[in-house]
């Protein structure tokens, strides 16, 4: 994006927020402050970067977010460009059976209760360090389970 733009004449400053939700908040009042023409975001967390954008929103600047959303729908948000994540997953599978030669055993960690669970989650505001935690401890304990499964 940054070359493309560039090409185009625009000027492009890249920031990266390191999933430091407090930190990437930080970034994003600074290029307010420096009176950018617009904001493309990736959020760290799809709430708790809301005050931002709306702060953004009072200034006039547009908001882009990219690959996770902002959910809080009294922000405003131009356009949201996201991965179409079904469709990764079948390209995942494909590429998997053409390396495992069409036979090999597979494990699959619980993406769906991972994803039921990140929802949950973000929709109660937690905030996003907890979530890491908590994705840890539930593979974690997903690992768990299949070693001693394997044992019986």
Do not use: W
Not at 4 to 24: F, I, P
Not at 126 to 142: C, D, H, M, P, R
């Amino acid at each position: 994006m940054e070359e493309e733009a560039v090409k185009l004449g625009y000027d492009v400053v890249v920031t990266s927020g390191e999933l430091d939700v407090a930190r990437q908040r930080d970034q994003v009042k600074d290029v307010i402050v420096e009176k950018v023409d617009a904001i493309v975001l990736c959020p760290c967390d799809s709430t708790a970067i809301a005050p931002v954008i709306a702060q953004a929103d009072d200034t006039g600047i547009p908001v882009f977010t990219a690959d996770i959303a902002c959910l809080d729908k009294s922000v405003s948000v131009v356009s949201h460009v996201a991965t179409d994540n079904f469709q990764g997953g079948v390209k995942a599978a494909q590429a998997m059976v053409e390396a495992l030669d069409d036979h090999g055993e597979v494990a699959l960690i619980g993406a769906f209760i991972i994803g039921v669970i990140q929802n949950g989650m973000n929709l109660l505001d937690v905030e996003s360090y907890t979530q890491k935690v908590a994705f840890g401890l539930v593979i974690l304990g997903a690992v768990a389970l299949d070693r001693l499964k394997k044992r019986s």
